[in-house]
C-alpha cells in the first residue's frame, strides 16, 4: 500500500513530532510514504477568508499533484485533511471546478483524468489495518482521552468515515494499544484555535473547559490527531494554569505517537522528547 504523503505547514516545523510519528508508525505496519513532490501550503482558513475560489485552488493545487502522482493523498493534519476533501470533493463537482480550473491554470497546472481519495492517517488506521496484529508493547495501566476536535469528522458529507457527533475510531485505536479510553463529552468541542488570536480570553476558556475534563477523568495523556488543537491545548496550558490558577501538566500527544509506543518504537524516533508539557510522566508509568 502508498499514498503521497502530505505533511503540510505544521508537520514540518511546530508539529514535527507529528511528522516522526506518523512515518515511524507507517513505516513499522509496512505502509509506503512518499512525500508529494512540490506540495505547498492547503491555505488554511486563512486564505479562504480571502477568496473562497483562491483558497479552494491551494487546496486543490495539492490534490491535482497527488492526482498526477496516481497515488491517494493522506494527510496527517485534520485541517489540512479536511481542506484537501473539500477540494478533492469540488474538483468532483463540475460548477465548484469550472470556478477552480482557470487558477490551477495560471499555476501552470491542469487536471488528470484520474481522480483519487483524500484520506487522513486515523482513518486509514483504523479502517483499513490490523494493528491488534502489530501490538508488542501494550500501554497497560495508561488512561487516556481522545480529542477529536473540530475538523477530523466533520462535516459528515466530505468526511463520512465516523460520526460527525461522537467519533470512536481513536478511542478504538487507543484501546487495540492497550490503552483505557475514558468516556469523553468534550471530544469534538472547539478548542477556541482559530479564535486565540483576536478573542484570546474566548478561547483560553474554550480550552480550559476541555483539559477540566480531562483532568477530571483523570486521564494520563490527552490525545489528538490536529497540530492547532494541539498549540491550543499543550502550548497554552501554562497560560491557563496562571490565570485560573489551576495546575495541570497534563501531556498532550498525537495518536501515531501512542500507537509507536505499543508497536515498541522508541520514544526519541516518535518525537516524544519535543514536546512542551512533558511526556516523562507518561512514559514512567509505561516503564519505557
Excluded at 502530505?6 to 513530532?17: D, N, Q, V
Excluded at 513505516?27 to 509506503?32: F, K, N, Q, S, V
Amino acid at each position: 500500500m502508498k499514498y503521497s504523503y502530505y505533511p503540510g505547514c505544521s508537520l514540518h516545523s511546530t508539529a514535527k513530532e507529528f511528522d516522526l510519528s506518523t512515518q515511524a508508525v507507517m513505516e513499522a505496519l509496512g505502509i509506503e510514504l512518499e512525500e508529494l513532490q512540490d506540495w505547498s501550503c492547503c491555505g488554511g482558513s486563512v486564505a479562504g477568508s480571502v477568496s473562497h475560489e483562491v483558497g479552494m485552488a491551494l487546496s486543490a493545487r495539492n490534490v491535482v499533484l497527488a492526482q498526477q502522482q496516481k497515488n491517494d493523498l493522506l494527510a496527517a493534519c485534520s485541517g489540512c485533511y479536511n481542506k484537501s476533501a473539500r477540494a478533492a470533493n469540488a474538483l468532483g463537482n463540475e460548477k465548484e471546478r469550472r470556478k477552480i480550473e482557470p487558477i490551477l491554470e495560471d499555476m501552470g497546472l491542469s487536471i488528470p483524468d484520474h481522480p483519487i481519495q483524500v484520506r487522513n492517517i486515523v482513518d486509514v488506521l483504523a479502517n483499513d489495518l490490523d494493528l491488534a496484529h502489530h501490538i508488542k508493547t501494550p500501554l497497560t495501566g495508561l488512561r487516556v482521552v481522545c480529542y477529536y476536535g473540530c475538523l477530523l469528522t466533520r462535516p459528515a458529507d466530505i468526511t463520512g468515515w465516523d460520526s460527525p457527533r461522537f467519533p470512536m475510531a481513536m478511542d478504538r485505536i487507543a484501546q487495540i494499544c492497550g490503552a483505557e479510553v475514558a468516556d469523553f463529552h468534550s471530544k469534538t468541542k472547539c478548542c477556541g484555535g482559530p479564535i486565540l488570536v483576536p478573542q484570546e480570553a474566548v478561547a483560553l476558556e474554550l480550552t480550559k473547559q476541555i483539559l477540566d475534563e480531562a483532568q477530571a477523568l483523570e486521564a494520563d495523556c490527552i490525545v489528538l490527531a490536529c497540530p492547532l488543537c494541539s498549540t491550543n491545548l499543550e502550548l497554552r496550558q501554562p497560560d491557563i494554569e496562571v490565570k485560573y490558577r489551576k495546575d495541570y501538566k497534563l501531556p498532550v500527544i498525537y495518536i501515531t505517537e501512542l500507537i509507536g509506543l505499543a508497536l515498541g518504537i522508541q520514544p526519541i524516533h516518535l518525537g516524544l522528547d519535543k514536546h512542551l508539557v512533558s511526556t516523562q510522566p507518561l512514559l514512567k508509568k509505561l516503564k519505557r
